[in-house]
């Protein structure tokens, strides 16, 4: 395309380069100090305050944060719930899908009704709490860190349109061949369908990663905490720092603990593993939320 | 055969008329389909039990808003009617509640379709590729931090002792300001960090659109003599308008069901800020974790709910409107 140079024009070109160079930097400003704090010695930190430059670097914020055993059982909770929670999600979303998908299902409308009500009408705090604390029982339990949001409504959608756009003579030939449904799914729909797993699957570990809620709701007496949880308590207050500093067998008070860098570590290394897979998986995510608009 | 027939139900048809060939009941049909589907039926069974377990349980479950819950006997408790309701219309709390999810969430809508839609734009006037890339995904990263990392790095900025911005202030002989104090400013930071989190996502799908404009488009306007600003403003941002107004909308429709965890773990149990902060989400919240009544709490999360239905429903009928008028179809259902 032929630019036509007017001052005007440089002008805007101009403009929008500033505009977004200024948003950038609004963007990252959080991280920034994020890092520098959590690389600052605590002595400098309690005097000047996060500052966006350190006058003494150092790493002792991080060497308390791994040998804190409470964020080593968090960051442990936190994978495994992650891991297993995605896998599990992936597993029967598509299932379901799949159910929703296949055109000799004659309910599949009111399948889909029945899931789709469940996106209009939410039933509100309390009566989930109590459904899932008192009637299912599931508190104090790594588990409840893992069913109550293991079926995404949105995404089970996502997938059934998926499915449904596959080719239907090459699953409708699969089955008048005998193939069961498990087969005609595990072995022909989902290797068909790898780049919406992967879009849902990553959508899912970053909410998985992510959850704190139903820690703070069903983790009452439980010894471990995710991680994002960690975070929320030290932000809160001081004590569950000290709690998370708990070595076996050996006191420490307090004042020796750098708590206001622990405090940045402990959120560097919680968004860590997000930051070093952003740049891989990106185009994923961006295919997600395109496909939500069209369809959602 | 036949006397299996008579017995699952269709014992009048089949003896009036002894004609016809014995067909197969509605029950025998129903089952032999569903051992020939077991597998299938079995792949989607996991996902709806859950659905049911964690949805409709918990739907049922609002009738504990009609009744005096008691703990021991959960869904079972005696009958009240409408008491909590009369509670509620009396209780001047409602009131600021509502008026405070529909504002705050009101700011969030605008300033997010703001700013996402400037970018977007701005971002479709670059022209150098690597720019773009590396702005669109830098933008993009706060989308995938928690609310609890925000609520980590809000302290970092805002915290009265050590927080960045009255570090800096102070250096410049200022006095701090105490940021947990002042109620009018909440909004205003909350919106901000909506803003910072989701600016990213929202100018991707506005993104896409543009993506979509026939690039000779442009070329005949500039030969015409339309300046950047003009390709901008007459054909850039009428292809995106419909999409704007189709996505607030949708937003409009989700009022009700704000992500407000956000609030509580970013604003935390601060009561000085309840009047500007406090919504119907944290009311439940603090509600659940301070083991107040819940009969009371879960009408006010009945009337959430049914609030909530009336404003999405409402919004997709308006969207189907629309978007049928269009020859498009972006509606939920």
């Keep these: ?296 | 055969m036949t006397s299996l027939t008579k017995d699952l139900g269709r014992k009048t048809t089949d003896t009036q008329n002894k004609v016809r060939p014995p067909k197969a009941s509605g029950l025998q049909k129903s089952l032999r389909y569903v051992q020939e589907n077991a597998i299938l039926f079995l792949l989607g069974a996991p996902a709806l039990i859950l659905i049911f377990l964690f949805s409709y349980i918990p739907m049922m479950g609002t009738i504990i808003a009609f009744q005096d819950y008691s703990p021991r006997t959960m869904f079972l408790s005696p009958w009240v009617g409408f008491r909590n309701f009369r509670l509620l219309v009396e209780s001047p709390i409602v009131v600021r509640l509502i008026v405070n999810t529909l504002s705050l969430n009101a700011m969030f809508i605008a300033a997010t379709t703001f700013f996402s839609v400037l970018s977007a734009l701005l971002l479709n006037e670059v022209r150098a590729i690597g720019f773009k890339r590396i702005a669109q995904s830098i933008m993009f990263l706060p989308f995938f931090m928690g609310w609890t990392i925000v609520a980590m790095v809000l302290f970092g900025l805002i915290d009265y002792q050590v927080g960045t911005i009255n570090a800096i202030i102070t250096k410049f002989g200022m006095e701090r300001v105490i940021v947990t104090d002042k109620p009018e400013l909440w909004p205003w930071i909350l919106t901000t960090i909506r803003v910072w989190k989701g600016t990213g996502a929202g100018c991707i799908i506005y993104l896409a659109a543009l993506v979509s404009i026939d690039p000779q488009l442009y070329e005949a306007a500039a030969i015409d003599g339309a300046s950047r600003w003009q390709r901008m403003r007459f054909i850039s941002l009428p292809t995106l308008t419909p999409v704007i107004i189709l996505l607030v909308l949708l937003d409009i429709g989700r009022i009700f069901f704000g992500d407000f965890g956000m609030i509580y773990a970013v604003v935390g149990d601060k009561a000085n800020l309840y009047a500007t902060t406090d919504v119907i989400d944290t009311y439940l919240l603090r509600a659940l974790r301070n083991n107040s009544n819940y009969g009371f709490s879960a009408a006010v999360g009945l009337l959430q709910s049914v609030l909530g239905f009336i404003c999405i429903y409402g919004s997709n009928m308006i969207v189907k409107r629309y978007s049928q008028s269009r020859g498009e179809d972006y509606t939920l259902f």
């Design chain 1, 1 to 296: 395309m032929r630019e036509s140079k007017s001052l005007g024009d440089r002008l805007f070109s101009l403009g929008s380069y500033v505009y977004l160079t200024i948003f950038m930097i609004f963007c990252l400003f959080p991280f920034w100090i994020m890092i520098v704090a959590s690389f600052t010695k605590d002595i400098v930190l309690r005097e000047d305050g996060y500052l966006p430059w350190a006058r003494v670097w150092s790493i002792e914020a991080y060497k308390w944060v791994f040998k804190g055993s409470e964020i080593q059982t968090g960051y442990m909770v936190t994978i495994f719930v992650t891991v297993v929670g995605t896998l599990c999600s992936l597993f029967v979303m598509s299932g379901l899908a799949y159910l929703m998908a296949v055109k000799r299902f004659k309910g599949r409308n009111k399948v889909a009704f029945y899931i789709f009500f469940t996106m209009i009408f939410t039933p509100g705090l309390i009566p989930w709490f109590i459904t899932v604390r008192n009637l299912l029982q599931l508190h104090d339990n790594i588990w409840a860190l893992v069913f109550p949001m293991m079926v995404q409504p949105f995404w089970v959608f996502v997938l059934r349109n998926f499915f449904a756009a596959l080719p239907s003579e090459i699953l409708e030939s699969a089955y008048m061949d005998g193939a069961s449904d498990a087969t005609i799914l595990f072995k022909i729909v989902l290797p068909l369908s790898k780049p919406a797993l992967a879009t849902v699957g990553l959508f899912m570990a970053v909410a998985y990663w992510n959850e704190w809620f139903l820690g703070l709701m069903l983790l009452d007496f439980a010894s471990f905490s995710p991680l994002s949880l960690i975070v929320l308590k030290m932000v809160n207050n001081l004590q569950s720092i000290q709690d998370a500093m708990k070595y076996p067998g050996v006191n420490i008070n307090l004042g020796q603990i750098p708590t206001l860098g622990v405090r940045m570590a402990t959120a560097c290394i919680t968004i860590g593993p997000i930051i070093l897979a952003y740049p891989f998986v990106q185009r994923y995510f961006v295919k997600g939320l395109t496909m939500g608009a069209i369809k959602g």
